[in-house]
T-cell receptor, first 114, second 115 residues
Framework: ETGVTQSPTHLIKTRGQQVTLRCSSQ?????VSWYQQALGQGPQFIFQ???????GRGNFPPRFSGLQFPNYSSELNVNALELDDSALYLC?????????????FGPGTRLTVT | DQQVKQNSPSLSVQEGRISILNCDYT??????FLWYKKYPAEGPTFLIS?????DKNEDGRFTVFLNKSAKHLSLHIVPSQPGDSAVYFC??????????????FGKGTKLSVKP
């Protein structure tokens, strides 16, 4: 069984640029959530996708957007990057039913905005 | 305002002894609680969970206790092993509130188990 994978591992961008992060969910999982983890903080929920539609969103501005594809993989797009967007971005997948809240995380993408 | 609080940034325990990690929450709508463990350069790994209808859940060396009246939960690790050294995150979710999958995390507690 393949776990959650994310790409790239690390990324350096300049303020004002756009970035796309990618996530492949664990086999059998049709729900993908994205989290931002700033240094010294816990992960903060950005949004969740279920069956290719957004299924909940945290307190993040519209320049954070996402997609989910028919194979349940997902992308996180961030436009007009700001210095405060520097963080570890985590993708988590879960399966429907009673284990929905027991999400399985990927290793994350470390984004640095300069 | 933090809804899930882990007030101890770090904890050091001797191998073989008990580790107790604490977590407080403020939102009475939370009805499901989880603990995650995170090693450096890896994503958080699900450890154990508890529903608000229970006050205890046990899985091997790990036990989570929930005190709803105090809005407090704790994770007990007995006996502690050096491999348990990691950052532990407490997380909560309000299932009935419709925010399925929206986990609210604490800031984490770094556990160091010394041989």
């Amino acid at each position: 069984e393949t776990g959650v994978t994310q790409s790239p591992t690390h990324l350096i961008k300049t303020r004002g640029q756009q970035v796309t992060l990618r996530c492949s969910s664990q086999s059998g999982h049709n729900t993908v959530s994205w989290y931002q983890q700033a240094l010294g903080q816990g992960p903060q929920f950005i949004f969740q996708y279920y069956r290719e539609e957004e299924n909940g969103r945290g307190n993040f501005p519209p320049r954070f957007s996402g997609l989910q594809f028919p194979n349940y993989s997902s992308e996180l797009n961030v436009n007009a990057l700001e210095l405060d967007d520097s963080a570890l971005y985590l993708c988590a997948s879960s399966e429907p039913g009673t284990r929905l809240y027991e999400q399985y995380f990927g290793p994350g993408t470390r984004l640095t905005v300069t | 305002d933090q809804q899930v609080k882990q007030n101890s940034p770090s904890l050091s325990v001797q191998e073989g002894r008990i580790s107790i990690l604490n977590c407080d929450y403020t939102n009475s709508m939370f009805d499901y609680f989880l603990w995650y463990k995170k090693y450096p350069a890896e994503g958080p790994t699900f450890l154990i969970s508890i529903s608000s209808i229970k006050d205890k859940n046990e899985d091997g060396r790990f036990t989570v206790f929930l005190n709803k009246s105090a809005k407090h939960l704790s994770l007990h690790i007995v006996p502690s092993q050096p491999g348990d050294s990691a950052v532990y995150f407490c997380a909560a979710s309000a299932i009935q509130g419709g925010s399925q999958g929206n986990l609210i995390f604490g800031k984490g507690t770094k556990l160091s188990v010394k041989p």
